[in-house]
């Protein structure tokens, strides 16, 4: 088998996620053999650095010894069964841990099978929520401009980018949409506190306006992923924690891409010291290696629909691969790697150098902003660095860096213009500054004409 054959024999029957298909006439698809570390293999022997954790999913590398033999274990046990009556220790085993690492106050953990579920529960269990208290005038969401929370139908409503959700606008619920926090657009030598809380005046009107008909307001802390990686300062989760109480009306925290690690401390919301109604996990949840989500809420929450059956009022909610016991046994793993290998102090450090080696990006004319939010880096490409004018998005730019870092072995997806560093943590320092170096090269291709 080599790449060609596969390539030929996928593109007659697949259809990839988040691509228009007839870009494979000119870019190869390829199909990757295996992987190690930070490391994937093709059919034809090449090797491509995983800069982008696959999707922000994979934190410890591919074929992780430790979670494979958890999988492994796990097979000769139970691999999957119905949990709706039944349970399995490895899903208790991770409610447990899941509601002693987040934040404090959430108690109570409801399983789901990927990111864009686990906003579809929260959105629903929240307005469940004010329904079952008597509160039946809540039915509205308010979400932050540039936001994403995946692509199913709720999901795609709360959030805000365009490219995603233009084309399904007439299928979807009406949100209100508050203009956000997004750092990129604070005044010249102002931080990103006082620009994210200056923001947050536009946050306070909205709620001071519709909080009565609101259900919650959905977040991704810190750090927008989707949205061209854009971030904003803790002040504003801050404030919003308090103007939620204020005003009675949820907050959701959606951690699937920014949790476990990706922005320094263990979850987003920690930098903020604050407690959400709801936290949405996925991801890096199960080290990458299996799809799994959870939603972590509150006793308060829970017991709204803690009544007689007749009531009605349970929460009906299910996906048949609920708390599947591989993706359990995975993600119990992966919280085991965090705790006995002191991973966010070790992550400090790679942060510090993945700054160091993106220092040069600073300086470059096509470059009008490098930032960072712990394991997360971002470099803006503009057609003009003092206007800040952006490259037509038709002219493909990041694809140009994709395609030149693919061929000199790293994979990286630039989200439009912006192109990011977000690896998984067992990445070194060697490979951070080769990622750099082969980032930079691709730049100098991409904005030659
Ligand atoms: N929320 C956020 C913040 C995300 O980044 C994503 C995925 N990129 C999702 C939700 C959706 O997750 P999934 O792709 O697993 O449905």
Redesign the pocket.
């Known amino acids: 088998m080599n790449n060609f054959d596969l390539a030929q024999r996928d593109l007659a029957v697949l259809w990839h996620p988040c691509t228009q298909m007839k870009d494979h006439e000119q870019y190869p698809v390829i199909p990757i053999k295996k992987g190690q570390g930070v490391w994937l293999e093709d059919y034809d022997g090449n090797r491509y650095l995983d800069a982008i954790s696959s ?2 999913v994979n934190l410890f590398g591919h074929a992780n010894p430790i979670i494979n033999a958890a999988i492994k274990d796990q097979l000769d046990h139970i691999e999957h069964l119905i949990f709706a009556g039944f349970t399995h220790e490895a899903g208790i085993k991770l409610a447990e841990q899941l509601v002693a690492i987040t934040p404090s106050g959430l108690n109570r953990c409801f399983y789901a099978d ?4 686990a ?1 579809e529960v929260a959105l629903k269990m929240s307005f469940h929520y004010w329904r079952n208290i008597g509160q039946i005038q809540k039915t509205k969401f308010i979400t932050l401009e540039n936001s ?4 199913t139908l709720g ?1 795609l409503a709360v959030g805000n980018v365009a490219l995603y959700k233009a084309t399904y606008a007439p299928l979807l619920m009406e949100v209100i949409t508050v203009p956000g926090p997004d750092c990129y657009y604070r005044e010249t030598g102002e931080s990103w506190a006082t620009y994210s809380e200056r923001r947050f005046e536009l946050m306070e009107q909205a709620l001071q306006r519709h909080a009565g008909s609101v259900c919650a307001v959905i977040i ?1 802390p810190l750090v927008q ?2 949205g061209n990686m854009r971030m904003y300062d803790a002040v504003y989760v801050k404030r919003l924690r308090e103007a939620c109480d204020k005003y009675h009306v949820h907050l959701i925290a ?1 951690e ?2 920014v949790g476990f690690g990706r922005t320094g401390s263990l979850f987003a919301c920690e930098q903020a010291a604050i407690s959400p109604d709801f936290m ?1 996990l ?2 890096g949840l199960t080290g990458g290696y299996l799809p799994l ?1 959870a939603v972590l809420t509150t006793d308060e929450i829970y017991q709204a629909f803690y009544q007689d059956y007749s009531t009605l009022n349970a929460f009906l909610h299910s996906h048949s691969y609920t708390g599947n016991a591989l993706a359990c046994r995975a993600a119990l793993a992966t919280i085991e790697i965090f705790q006995q290998n002191d991973i966010l102090v070790k992550n400090q450090v790679l942060a510090k150098t993945m700054a160091a080696v993106a220092m040069r990006f600073h300086e470059h004319p096509q470059v009008a902003e490098v930032r960072q939010t712990g394991m997360i880096l971002a470099i803006e490409l503009v057609k003009n660095k003092q206007t800040r004018e952006p490259y037509p998005w038709q002219q493909r730019r990041g694809l140009k860096v994709y395609q030149y870092a693919l061929a000199n072995g790293v994979l990286l997806r630039p989200l439009g213009n912006v192109i990011y560093f977000m690896p998984p943590y067992v990445i070194t320092e060697t490979e951070l500054e080769w990622l750099a170096e082969v980032a930079w090269q691709g730049i100098k291709r991409a904005v030659e004409d």
């Open positions: 999707w922000w990927n990111g864009s579920s906003v994403y929370h995946g692509e999901a991704e992923c989707a959606d699937i891409a949405c996925s991801k989500s």
